[in-house]
């Protein structure tokens, strides 16, 4: 079956470390997306990509960094730089060309990180 | 630029009640409208969309909506809750100019047994 795999499910954060959550979708699809959820605040959009090589901040993109190298995969590095990195992050993905427009994303199961 | 309003943080319906999870938007353009529920510790899954023609849509698990240009609408309907429908529900909107969604805050809807 396609979809998004995330992993993993739970990850744990000392002070001063960087921590990479993964992303991988087998769904063909060409955007990419990371989000971060919040109790009370909805989805908050953190980086986005729509072509292997290319990506674009979103609206919290502070302290975070991530790479496209391959069509399927989208790993999110959560830096020492975010200083309130405890949250659940979830990442998506979505057709864009055609009628992608059209089309839901799909979404992964999430990461949910804390700090030890 | 758009974006989307849910009014309520929290909806409580009896088991066997209909339900509805209210949301409102604005766009310039047409709105392509979505609705997606999640359930604790897991990731969104989509429910049901309006793109164009008829302004009831029908989804999955007996999930409905009903798009209504004048006021600008999308609430989330079902004839019948189930406690299992406990989730929280987020509703989304795009246009044709852009292919990254907007969503709202979520409502956490709650049936009662």
């Known amino acids: 079956d396609g979809g998004i795999t995330q992993s993993p499910k739970y990850l744990f954060r000392k002070e001063g470390q960087n921590v990479t959550l993964s992303c991988e979708q087998n769904l063909n699809h060409d955007a990419m997306y990371w989000y971060r959820q919040d109790p009370g605040q909805g989805l908050r959009l953190i980086y986005y990509s729509q072509i292997v090589n290319d990506f674009q901040k979103g609206d919290i993109a502070e302290g975070y960094s991530v790479s496209r190298e391959k069509k399927e995969s989208f790993p999110l590095t959560v830096t020492s730089a975010q200083k309130n990195p405890t949250a659940f992050y979830l990442c998506?993905?979505?057709?864009?060309?055609?009628?992608?427009?059209?089309?839901?994303?799909?979404f992964g199961d999430g990461t949910r990180l804390s700090i030890l | 630029a758009q974006s989307v309003a849910q009014p309520e943080d929290q909806v409580n319906v009896a088991e066997g009640n209909p339900l509805t999870v209210k949301c409102t938007y604005s766009v310039s353009g047409n709105p392509y409208l979505f609705w997606y529920v999640q359930y604790p510790n897991r990731g969104l899954q989509f429910l049901l969309k309006y793109i164009t023609g008829d302004n009831l849509v029908k989804g999955s698990y007996g999930f409905e909506a009903e798009f209504n240009k004048s006021q600008t609408s999308f609430h989330l309907k079902k004839p019948s809750a189930l406690v299992s429908d406990s989730a929280l529900y987020f509703c989304a909107v795009k246009t044709g100019g852009s292919y990254i969604p907007t969503f709202g805050r979520g409502t956490s809807l709650i049936v009662h047994p």
């Open positions: 998506a993905s979505s057709l864009t060309s055609g009628t992608g427009a059209y089309q839901p994303q799909h």
